[in-house]
């Protein structure tokens, strides 16, 4: 039997699971917590497809079309038309598992409009989409580990692939409870692992989300890809522990972005943009909040609260909550905070990576959202790319046998043991806090060659004393090993930023504030023991 090793459990993580274990393969599915923490959860708005019985005016073509126009064309036409057409069967599969979706009277799922598409077709749970998605995928796991074809391991985290000569044989895990190092053995390994927040600090998504495993994977020789394309989400409310996401629902349903001049209300989205002028995409709107400097709030209020009650109680509940503001009667204060990452490990179409055997899905694997993501595209990524996997790895030849790793994993485990030991002043919770400022000052909405320089030469020094932090015992022991790999792969965002000379989607520089035809295609970026080679995807190596 086929062993597969998914590193992940949010939803492209119990996707791929599912689909790998339905197809007869045996799934090892780890994670440091269950799925109902997974960043995956916290999806509020809803979920894109195209479902012919209810959208007459939509088609899989325009829905190809927004997300290319989104992604400013440099995602691959291949792959988002595998995206778009999966993703009618995609949502119906969903229902059939469970999903809760909203419902009208006549019993039809109810979609909205979301950002930078043409037309409404985002499905939705009222505002906990990935909840409910999580809860249905939760249960066809649990049926499949009780038939014994899935065993979940919690506690447990990436430290390494174990790779030799371009294939990956399985990965080497760190089991929370013991302190272990574990080899684990596969015949495909799926990195599930979600986004980068934690390089950022405070965004809107979850710190388990901390980017180590793609820096780990390039430090390994996985070749990464559009790393400078970070999507800010304009509507965000600070709260002491993070940026809380205001949904685009509530522009989808109606809500105006306004600031105050000389008393009186300034709806600058509208003027510039005209009626539809609030939802733009992401980073249009980002980067107009940005350039009014002024403080911007999101009004919703008059609607009738009764309607909002019904399609917006999330949002309703965490402003009364968090700020004790009532969005029925007054607006809400918002700012832009980073919230998606377009770039990730490189895939084929296949979703497999520059390493034999090793394939990656959902938000850290790059490949449909080109240069910008539209709301309600990455549930639907996170839930395909793990079929797509899953049909792919499928297609393998089981069973071979592999090569030793024992010197590999000696090194490790002495290194480990030397953390552990470290008597630095230097400590873990610092360097990350420093890491965050330098990441949001020189590499924000808006950067320019001397801000990126600038963040480069920062984060070489944390680079240089990465592996002589003080051991936190106060903290979960992988936070002291992960250091390293999370700053490699935060010089590797810089460098990516700092070689695409223009502006395009969410990357947008002031130094070269127009889109260049030559820069039309992905940035792809590797390392090669302490160099970092990027180039453009000009032949589409990972465009098939
Ligand atoms: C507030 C918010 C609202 C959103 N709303 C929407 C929406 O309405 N529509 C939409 O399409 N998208 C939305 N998104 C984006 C979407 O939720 C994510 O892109 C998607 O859920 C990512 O799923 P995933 O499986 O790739 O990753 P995640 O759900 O983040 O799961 C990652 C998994 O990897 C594990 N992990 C991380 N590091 C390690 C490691 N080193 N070792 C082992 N395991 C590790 C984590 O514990 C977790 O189990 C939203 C995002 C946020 C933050």
């Known amino acids: 039997m086929k062993n597969v090793l998914v ?22 599915l780890v994670s440091p917590f269950p799925s109902e923490r997974s960043q995956s959860v916290m999806a509020a708005g809803g979920i894109n497809a195209v479902l012919s019985e209810n959208q007459e005016d939509d088609s899989i073509d325009i829905h190809i079309e927004d997300t290319l126009k989104g992604g400013a064309y ?24 469970g999903t809760v979706f909203s419902i009208d009277a006549d019993g039809k799922p109810k979609y909205r409009a979301f950002g930078g598409q043409s037309r409404k077709r985002t499905y939705y749970c009222g505002a906990s989409t990935g909840k409910q998605i999580v809860t249905a995928l939760n249960m066809e796991v649990r049926r499949l580990e009780a038939a014994g ?12 692939a174990l790779i030799k000569d371009g294939v ?5 895990l760190f089991r929370e409870t013991t302190g272990n190092l574990d080899a684990v053995y596969a015949d495909a390994v799926v990195m599930a692992t979600g986004g980068q927040n934690t390089i950022f600090g405070k965004t809107t998504g979850s710190t388990q989300c901390d980017g180590y495993a793609e820096g780990r994977l390039f430090e390994q020789g996985v070749v990464l890809k559009n790393l400078e394309f970070i999507q800010y989400h304009p509507t965000t409310l600070e709260t002491s522990q993070k940026r809380m996401l205001i949904s685009e629902a509530v522009r989808g349903e109606g809500g105006r972005l306004f600031y105050e001049e000389n008393g ?13 002028g609030n939802l733009q995409t992401r980073d249009v709107v980002s980067r107009e909040i940005y350039a009014t400097h002024k403080d911007v709030y999101l009004d919703i209020s008059f609607l009738d609260a009764a309607v909002i009650n019904e399609r917006l109680p999330e949002v309703r509940d965490l402003c009364r909550k968090y700020r004790g503001i009532d969005i029925t009667r007054e607006p809400i204060p918002v700012a832009p905070s980073v919230h998606f990452f377009m770039g990730g490990i490189a895939v084929h179409n296949d979703h497999s990576t520059s390493v034999s055997n090793l394939y990656a899905v959902g938000e850290c694997a790059s490949i449909y959202h080109g240069a910008n993501r539209l709301g309600g595209n990455s549930l639907l990524a996170a839930v395909h790319g793990g079929r797509v996997a899953a049909q792919a790895i499928d297609k393998l030849e089981a069973g071979g046998a592999h090569p030793s790793f024992d010197e590999f994993i000696t090194k490790q485990q002495e290194k480990l043991a030397a953390v552990k030991e470290a ?16 990441m949001q000052e020189d590499l924000g909405i808006v950067r320019d060659e001397a801000s990126l320089r600038n963040g480069l030469q920062q984060i070489d020094y944390y680079l240089s004393v990465a592996d002589r932090i003080r051991y936190d015992s106060s903290v979960l022991a992988y936070f002291n090993y992960s250091l390293p790999g999370i700053l490699t792969l935060a ?29 039309a295609h992905a940035t792809l970026i590797s390392y090669d023991g302490g160099r970092y080679r990027t180039w453009l995807d000009t032949e589409g190596e990972y465009e098939s």
């Open 168 to 172: 990956c044989y399985g990965a080497l």
């Open 74 to 97: 440099i995602a691959g036409r291949k792959a988002v038309e595998g995206l778009c057409t999966d993703a009618g069967p995609i949502v119906k599969y969903l229902e059939g598992i």
């Open 423 to 438: 008597q630095s002043t230097f400590a873990y919770a610092n360097i990350l806090n420093m890491l965050a400022h330098t």
């Open 491 to 519: 010089r590797g965002v810089l460098t990516c930023a700092l070689n695409r000379e223009e502006s395009r989607g969410a990357h947008y520089r002031s130094d070269c504030p127009d889109t260049d035809e030559s820069f």
């Open 7 to 28: 590193i992940g459990s949010g939803i492209s993580g119990m996707s791929c699971a599912i689909h790998c274990a339905q197809k007869g393969m045996h799934v090892t």
């Open 264 to 276: 009186k209300r300034v709806y600058f989205m509208e003027d510039k943009y005209g009626p539809g």
């Open 149 to 160: 074809q899935v065993e979940r391991q919690l506690g447990t985290c990436f430290h390494s």
